[in-house]
Every structure is written in structure tokens, then in C-alpha cells.
């Protein structure tokens, strides 16, 4: 009820005021890597405040080099070739190489 009165019309929810779908469709392999990524980086050290906190997220934004995302975009393409040639399903069961 706090975040429904502090943030009108802005939550993403099932109850909310606006009928967002189940899933944003617009997310792309950058962001799914990229958010658990980040947080397992930032929260490595155990942040005890926020400007340590701050910190750890500036520092790993800002070493994040070129070739990691690229190196995303083309895992994400192998696991769709893998996904167009197989019967469909999860590729939970797949390893493939970073």
C-alpha cells in the first residue's frame, strides 16, 4: 500500500492500476545478463552502506569492457540457433561457452 500511494500508475504488478503484461517483451540478452551480473559483482564485498554500495556500482559499471557484451550477443545467438534446431522447450539442459 506505501509503494501503491508513493508511486501511482508506476508500479508493475498483477493488482496494479495499469494491465501490464507478464513479461516486458522489449528486455534483450543485455539485460537479463546484465542485471544479475552487475548485482553479483556489486554485492561481492558485502556492501555495509549505501556510499559503499555506490560505489561498488559505479566501479563495476565503469569496468565493464566492449567485449563482455559482445561476447553476450553472440551466446545469445548460438542459444537461438540451438533453440531453431531442437524440438523447442527449456535449454536449461545446454551448456554453452562463454
Not at 559499471?61 to 566492449?66: M, S
Not at 567485449?67 to 550477443?73: A, R
Request: hydrophobic share 35%.
Amino acid at each position: 500500500e506505501f509503494i501503491a500511494t508513493k508511486f501511482p500508475d508506476r508500479i508493475i504488478s498483477h493488482n496494479s492500476a495499469v494491465n501490464w503484461p507478464p513479461r516486458l517483451c522489449d528486455l534483450t540478452p543485455l539485460d537479463y545478463f546484465s542485471w544479475g551480473y552487475v548485482k553479483d559483482q556489486v554485492y561481492a564485498n558485502n556492501p555495509q552502506s549505501i556510499e559503499v554500495l555506490k560505489t561498488n556500482i559505479r566501479r563495476v559499471i565503469g569496468e565493464i569492457k566492449p567485449q563482455l557484451w559482445k561476447n553476450v550477443i553472440e551466446n545469445f545467438d548460438k542459444r537461438i540457433d540451438v533453440y531453431k534446431r531442437g524440438p523447442g522447450g527449456h535449454l536449461s539442459d545446454t551448456l554453452f561457452d562463454s
